[in-house]
């Protein structure tokens, strides 16, 4: 049984569309995440949400927009889609951190590869 | 700003040997730090973890060094399998956190293959 899990795996997309990425746990956890990593690898978190309230909004244009209808859905819309949209997308999800835990530690999704075209 | 860094992008190893993995950060309020590891097309998974109290955690094949005065970290595989062959990210995470969600800042990742 997979613990996180996105859809879809590839998505192809022209400029201007809008497009979804879905994200499910069957962890029981608190906390959800989006992580980008872009072209130059990086792994840089764009959104984090807890009880399926916005803890963590970076500096993400606005036209990414995170939805999270229970706990254990975080999806991720994204309106006008851009060149430099392109990237890999990683659904995340964690307990919510206890100090005295001594091993914590996100579960990652696959990953949703977004090609912008 | 690169806050978590791992400067070498690509470590070859003889199977059986040791691997170390670098990442230097420089947030001082970092207090827990993690590794993960990365097989292509899938999503990092997480390996082993130490808090800031701590200067080594170790687990199986597996062992974590930190120096904090240093703002130093190391990853040590001993000894070293081709199934360890894959993208190891480091990542830290500050006490600042207390909506009980936590930010991991992420390194650029260390390419590691253990030749046969």
């Known amino acids: 049984d997979t613990a996180v899990s996105q859809t879809p795996k590839y998505l192809v997309t022209q400029m201007g569309n809008d497009k979804s990425i879905k994200c499910e746990q069957n962890?029981?956890?608190?906390?959800m995440y989006w992580y980008k990593q872009d072209s130059k690898k990086f792994l840089k978190i764009m959104f984090s949400y807890n009880n399926k309230e916005l803890i963590i909004n970076e500096t993400v244009p606005n036209r990414f927009s995170p939805k999270s209808p229970d706990k254990a859905h975080l999806n991720l819309h994204i309106n006008s889609l851009e060149l430099g949209d392109s990237a890999v997308y990683f659904c995340?999800?964690?307990?919510?951190?206890?100090?005295?835990?001594?091993?914590?530690?996100?579960?990652f999704g696959s990953g949703t590869r977004l090609t912008v075209v | 700003d690169q806050q978590v860094k791992q400067n070498s992008p690509s470590l070859s190893v003889q199977e059986g040997r040791i691997s170390i993995l670098n990442c230097d950060y420089t947030?001082?309020?970092?207090?827990?730090f993690l590794w993960y590891k990365k097989y292509p097309a899938e999503g990092p998974t997480f390996l082993i973890s130490i808090s800031s109290i701590k200067d080594k955690n170790e687990d199986g094949r597996f062992t974590v060094f930190l120096n904090k005065s240093a703002k130093h970290l190391s990853l040590h595989i001993v000894p070293s399998q081709p199934g360890d062959s894959a993208v190891y990210f480091c990542?830290?995470?500050?006490?600042?956190?207390?909506?009980?969600?936590?930010?991991?800042?992420f390194g650029k990742g260390t390419k590691l293959s253990v030749i046969p």
């Open positions: 947030n001082s309020m970092f207090d827990y």
């Open positions: 995340a999800s964690s307990p919510t951190r206890d100090r005295s835990s001594y091993n914590y530690g996100y579960t």
């Open positions: 990542a830290a995470s500050a006490r600042n956190s207390g909506a009980g969600s936590y930010q991991l800042t």
């Open positions: 962890l029981g956890h608190d906390t």
